[in-house]
């Protein structure tokens, strides 16, 4: 299966810890994109990468927040001194940006649902 | 905030009825694309619409772009248990650089 892995599925920490997720987009996938979801809502952005640049944050993103990719492949978010308020599932997406208006569609990995205790 | 808003929130039906999601914005979108996402799982890509106007027909699921491309809305015909699911409209502004999820609707099909 060559579809957007995320690990771990499942992170429980105490409030303080840092944490960091890691995402496999789709190969031949030149764009990577950061989302955080709670219960019953839609997603909301955070960031994405073109190739290794990171190409936007969301204001949403605390400066508790970073988000890698270093040779554009693989991505980590960090979540530095977490909070109860950042439990939630973070999502992570790929896609081939085709120059197109739409910036190609997204497909998205299982998540990592993250508790702070 | 959410640019694009759903409606109904949450829905409950029983088999083999019909319904209607509505995904609504006062912004433009040069496309887009409706997921189904279960619990513990990544949204599903559904259909991507890109043309005001434009109706796409999956089996029993019928998405309609609106004209002015700031509004959506998804029927599906003769529901089964199975498209039980939060769907989930999503769109990108002209700039492509920003995709926005609108609330969501979670739909439970009775047997």
């Known amino acids: 299966d060559t579809g957007v892995s995320q690990n771990p599925r499942h992170k429980i920490t105490k409030r303080g810890q840092n944490v960091t997720f890691r995402c496999d987009p789709i190969s031949e996938h030149n764009r990577l994109y950061w989302y955080r979801q709670t219960l019953g809502q839609g997603p909301e952005f955070l960031t994405y990468?073109?190739?290794?640049?990171?190409?936007?944050k969301s204001r949403l993103l605390s400066d508790r927040f970073s988000a890698e990719r270093p040779k554009g492949s693989f991505s980590t978010l960090e979540i530095q001194r977490t909070e109860q308020g950042d439990s939630a599932m973070y999502l992570c997406?790929?896609?081939?940006?085709?120059?197109?208006?739409?910036?190609?569609?997204?497909?998205f990995g299982p998540g990592t649902r993250l508790t702070v205790l | 905030t959410q640019l694009l808003e759903q409606s109904p929130q949450f829905l409950s039906i029983q088999e083999g009825e019909n319904l209607t999601v509505y995904c609504n914005s006062s912004?433009?979108?040069?496309?887009l694309q409706w997921y189904r996402q279960e619990p513990g799982e990544g949204p599903v890509l559904l259909v991507t619409?890109?043309?005001?106007?434009e109706v796409k027909k999956l089996k029993r699921l019928t998405f309609q772009f609106g004209d002015a491309r700031k509004d959506s809305s998804l029927h599906i015909t003769a529901a089964q248990p199975g498209d039980t699911g939060l769907y989930l409209c999503?769109?990108?502004?002209?700039?492509?650089?920003?995709?926005?999820f609108g609330t969501g609707t979670s739909l439970t099909v009775i047997p």
């Open positions: 997406a790929s896609s081939l940006e085709s120059g197109l208006a739409g910036g190609g569609e997204q497909f």
């Open positions: 619409v890109v043309t005001g106007g």
């Open positions: 990468f073109q190739n290794e640049a990171q190409l936007e």
């Open positions: 912004s433009v979108f040069s496309s």
């Open positions: 999503a769109g990108d502004e002209y700039t492509g650089n920003q995709f926005y």
